[in-house]
């Protein structure tokens, strides 16, 4: 069963913007509210590696990388969260996962390609 669907990857030019977004569709209302919600990616040739992430009670969380530039934001009533990407690079060229995550159960999205071109 398909827990997790991202979509707005695309191709992009250095310093433009892209926004993700993942929906949880067959996710109950309330265990998608009580789940951590996070965004992953991974470069080729690269491990997978966390972006941001945004808890139960909203607090964020984002690597170095992207402070800053990128910010996750979550709307529980459509389960869905959102990573918008500002002043992207060529480095933030990779394929976005979205995961949920709760008491050790997680779950994966198929993952959207980004392209960031210079």
């Known amino acids: 069963q398909v827990q997790l669907v991202e979509s707005g990857g695309g191709l992009v030019q250095a310093g433009g913007s892209l926004r993700l977004s993942c929906l949880a569709p067959?996710?109950?209302?309330?265990?998608?509210?009580?789940?951590?919600m996070a965004w992953y990616r991974q470069a080729p040739g690269k491990e997978r590696e966390l972006v941001a992430a945004?808890?139960?009670?909203?607090?964020?969380t984002y690597a170095d990388a992207v402070k800053g530039r990128f910010t996750i934001s979550r709307n529980n009533g459509k389960k869905t969260i959102y990573l918008q990407m500002d002043s992207l690079k060529s480095e933030d060229t990779a394929v976005y996962y979205c995961?949920?995550?709760?008491?050790?159960?997680?779950?994966w999205g198929q993952g959207t390609q980004v392209t960031v071109s210079s």
């Open positions: 945004i808890s139960d009670t909203g607090t964020t």
């Open positions: 995961n949920s995550e709760n008491g050790g159960v997680r779950f």
């Open positions: 067959r996710m109950i209302f309330s265990t998608f509210r009580g789940n951590t």
